[in-house]
């Protein structure tokens, strides 16, 4: 039976240099990949993959944005999911990712998927966000926390898998 993939958005934002295009890249690298075509349309800014996770296939836009402040300039976009990403070291994309948390969180009451990814994660000597800074962010907005390297490939499939488990969850529920 050929039945047509579903298909979510999903925005991934962050700070200019955290690392968002670098993790884009990786996933369509993954190992969760599907039949369908990855391809990316640079116009659009946008990076469609065919993921199959529980042997069902979906597929995943993903479009990349810098600047926190864009976001009410496209308010009929309402992405699936968000991947928060800031580099675990750079305190101000920490901090950037506070703030466009909370905006995302009042806008649709508190109701929309997040995922925090702090990225950068091999660079253990450079680091000055902690795991616990990130956690604790995360759990106080009741979001999901990963920690990532687009350099090393570290959590890269786990991050695409996450985000697809939590879009499901939320449409068809546990
Ligand atoms: P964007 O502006 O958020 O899309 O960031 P890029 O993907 O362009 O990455 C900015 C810079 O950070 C590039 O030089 C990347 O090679 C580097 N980078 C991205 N991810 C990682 C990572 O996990 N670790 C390290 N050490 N560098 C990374």
């Known amino acids: 039976l050929d039945e047509c993939p579903s298909q979510y ?45 529980n042997q069902e296939e979906s597929v995943l836009e993903l479009f990349e944005e810098n600047n926190v402040s864009t976001l009410n300039d496209n308010s009929d976009f309402q992405a699936d999911a968000y991947m928060l990403v800031y580099s675990c070291a750079d305190r101000s994309s920490f901090r950037s990712a506070c703030a466009t948390l909370r905006r995302l969180k009042e806008e649709a009451g ?52 996450g985000v697809l488990s939590q879009i499901r969850l939320k449409q068809y529920g546990p």
């Open 110 to 161: 508190g109701s929309k998927t997040v995922m925090i990814v702090a990225n950068k994660v091999d660079l253990v000597r450079k680091r000055l966000v902690t795991s616990d800074d990130g956690k604790n962010f995360a759990n106080s907005y009741n979001c999901k926390y990963i920690e990532t390297s687009a350099a090393l490939n570290h959590n890269i499939d786990e991050l695409l898998a």
């Open 9 to 53: 958005q999903v925005l991934v934002l962050g700070s200019t240099g955290v690392g968002k295009s670098a993790i884009i890249s990786q996933f369509t690298t993954s190992e969760f990949l599907g039949a369908s075509d990855v391809h990316t349309d640079s116009e659009e800014n946008k990076t469609s993959v065919s993921v199959i996770l």
